[in-house]
C-alpha cells in the first residue's frame, strides 16, 4: 500500500511536469498568466489573448533590469548590446525607433479621419458663435478662437511640384522652405544627392484647390558648403534678394552671400537680373536684415564672441563684443535694437547706433538654461518669444525683462530649430527634432494641434514649414506648408 501510493504520487509529479497548466510558476510568471487569463477562461487553452493587454500587464509587472529589455507580446527579457559596430538587430536606439514609428502611424490614422479635433473644451464653430450672439465674446476673443478651430480642421493634401528637371525633384531633399513677406514665394535649400546644396524659388500662385500645383524655378548656382542661416533681404525693393551664410571647407573661408531672386524668376515689374554678391565673414553662425531705417541696407551676422553689422552699399561695418557664439539675430523696427541669442543661453540686445560697444553696454539682458536657438519680436516690440536646445519655448516681456509665459510640448537636443510667430491669426508654430509639428495658443500658451511626419521620423528628416493666411497673394489661401524629403504637403483651412 506504500508502495502503490508512492507510486501514484510519482506519476502526479512526471503528469505536472508534462501538462504546461498543471507545472509550477514563479511569482512573475504567476503575476503575467493571471493578467492575460481569467478565471473564467482557464478551461480554454487554445484561446488566444490579444497583444494589447499582454503588453500592458508585461510592461507594468516586469522589473527594468540593466542591460536587458524586457518584451510584453513574448513575455521574456532580451539581451541588449550597444548599437554600434555589431550585426545585433535589438538595441535601445532600434527598440525607441520602432516605438517612435508605431506612435507616427497611430497619429497619422488619427489625422485622416474625417472627424472633427477639438482644441478646446466645450468650443466648437456652434457654441462660439452663440457666445459671440450673447456678448460672451468680444470681436478680438471670437477672431482668435475661430482661427483655432481652422486650425484643429486642417487636412493634408499632397502638392503637385512642376519643375524644368523632374529627374532633379525625385532626388533632392528638402532641407528648408521659407516664406517671401508676401507668402507668394518659398525659398528652398534642396540637399543634393551626390553632396552639396542647391537653391531654388517655389511660386505658390497655383496653390489653390482642388489642383495644388507650383512651380519650382531652379538655378545653376550650386554649393557644396553648408547652410548656416538664410533670411529674405529687400535691398532693390522688398525681398529682392536672400541673405545667406555658408560655412567655410578646407582653404576656402565661410560667406555672406546676397543671392538676388531675380537669377531665378523675375516677379518684379522692371527688374533686371543682378549680381551675386558675398562678403567674407568666416565664421557666421546666423544672419539677420534690418528694415529699421537708422540701419537701412544692412545686415547683422553672428560669429563666434562677435557680432558683425555691415552696409551692403558702403561695405562699413561695425563690430561689437560678445561672450557666446551668435546663433540667432533679428533687427527691431521700431527701436534701433539688435537682438542676439547665445550659445550660453543669454538674449541681449545692443544699440546699433553706437559703434564698438563691451559686454557691459547691453541695452536688455534674457537668460535661457541652455543654448538659443531661435527668436522673434512680436509686433508692439514688448515682447519676444525664444527656443533653446532644451525645448523650451519663452515669452518674455521687454519691459520687465520676466518670463511671462512657456510652451511646452517642444522637443530639441541640440538642433537649431525655427519658430513660427503668426499674431493675426495668435499662433505659435515649430517643428520639434522628433519631427512632430506643434501649433500653441500665442496668448495662454494652449496646445491646438500635434501633427505627425508623413515620412518615417529621423533627425535627417525633420520637416521645415510656413504658415501663412494668404498663400499666393493676398487673396492666397490660408494654411500651413510642410516640406519633408522630396515632398510638399498642404494643410489648408477656411
Not at 481569467?38 to 480554454?44: E, R, T, V
Not at 529682392?240 to 565661410?254: N, Q, Y
Not at 559686454?359 to 508692439?380: G, R, W, Y
Request: aromatic share 8%; with cysteine; proline share 5%.
Amino acid at each position: 500500500m506504500h508502495k502503490s501510493g508512492w507510486k501514484s504520487r510519482r506519476h502526479g509529479r512526471r503528469s505536472q511536469r508534462q501538462n504546461p497548466r498543471l507545472r509550477q510558476h514563479s511569482p512573475n510568471e504567476r503575476c503575467n498568466s493571471g493578467a492575460e487569463q481569467s478565471p473564467q477562461d482557464s478551461d480554454h487553452d487554445d484561446e488566444e489573448v490579444p497583444s494589447t493587454s499582454s503588453s500592458s500587464a508585461g510592461s507594468s509587472s516586469a522589473p527594468d533590469l540593466p542591460g536587458y529589455y524586457f518584451d510584453p507580446e513574448k513575455n521574456r527579457y532580451f539581451r541588449l548590446l550597444p548599437g554600434h559596430n555589431n550585426c545585433n538587430p535589438l538595441t535601445r536606439e532600434g527598440i525607441e525607433q520602432k516605438a517612435m514609428e508605431l506612435k507616427r502611424l497611430q497619429l497619422l490614422e488619427e489625422e485622416d479621419r474625417p472627424t472633427k479635433k477639438i482644441t478646446r473644451m466645450g468650443f466648437n464653430a456652434t457654441s462660439l458663435l452663440q457666445k459671440s450672439k450673447l456678448g460672451f465674446l468680444n470681436a478680438t476673443s471670437y477672431c482668435r478662437l475661430a482661427h483655432e478651430l481652422r486650425v484643429s480642421c486642417m487636412q493634408r493634401k499632397k502638392v503637385q511640384i512642376h519643375s524644368s528637371d523632374p529627374s532633379a525633384l525625385a532626388s533632392d531633399r528638402f532641407n528648408l522652405i521659407m516664406a517671401d513677406t508676401n507668402s507668394d514665394r518659398l525659398f528652398t535649400v534642396n540637399d543634393v544627392k551626390v553632396g552639396g546644396s542647391k537653391y531654388g524659388i517655389i511660386s505658390l500662385r497655383g496653390l489653390k484647390p482642388p489642383t495644388l500645383r507650383v512651380h519650382m524655378h531652379e538655378n545653376l548656382y550650386f554649393t557644396n558648403r553648408k547652410v548656416n542661416s538664410v533670411c529674405w533681404a529687400s535691398l532693390n525693393h522688398q525681398d529682392s534678394h536672400i541673405l545667406l551664410c555658408l560655412m567655410g571647407i578646407a582653404e576656402t573661408p565661410g560667406c555672406a552671400t546676397l543671392l538676388p531672386a531675380s537669377l531665378f524668376v523675375n516677379s518684379h515689374p522692371g527688374d533686371r537680373p543682378g549680381m551675386l554678391c558675398s562678403f567674407r565673414i568666416p565664421g557666421a553662425w546666423s544672419c539677420a536684415w534690418s528694415s529699421n531705417i537708422q540701419a537701412n541696407n544692412c545686415f547683422s551676422t553672428g560669429l563666434s564672441r562677435w557680432v558683425l553689422v555691415t552696409n551692403v552699399v558702403t561695405g562699413h561695418r561695425l563690430s561689437f563684443g560678445t561672450s557666446s557664439d551668435v546663433l540667432a539675430q533679428q533687427f527691431a523696427v521700431m527701436t534701433p535694437l539688435l537682438f542676439n541669442g547665445c550659445r550660453s543661453g543669454e538674449i541681449f540686445a545692443i544699440d546699433i547706433r553706437c559703434r564698438n560697444q563691451s559686454n557691459n553696454s547691453k541695452a536688455i539682458s534674457l537668460f535661457h538654461d541652455k543654448s538659443v536657438t531661435s527668436m522673434k519680436i512680436l509686433q508692439e516690440e514688448q515682447c519676444l518669444v525664444a527656443s533653446d536646445m532644451a525645448g523650451k519655448i519663452k515669452l518674455w516681456d521687454l519691459r520687465t525683462t520676466k518670463c511671462v509665459t512657456q510652451y511646452e510640448g517642444h522637443v530639441n537636443e541640440y538642433a537649431r530649430l525655427p519658430l513660427h510667430v503668426h499674431e493675426e491669426e495668435g499662433i505659435l508654430v515649430a517643428v520639434g527634432q522628433d519631427c512632430y509639428t506643434r501649433i500653441w495658443s500665442l496668448r495662454d500658451a494652449h496646445l491646438l494641434r500635434t501633427i505627425p511626419s508623413p515620412h518615417p521620423t529621423s533627425r535627417t528628416n525633420i520637416p521645415s514649414v510656413a504658415f501663412s493666411s494668404r498663400f499666393g497673394g493676398v487673396r492666397g489661401a490660408p494654411g500651413l506648408l510642410m516640406a519633408v524629403q522630396q515632398d510638399l504637403y498642404y494643410f489648408p483651412y477656411s
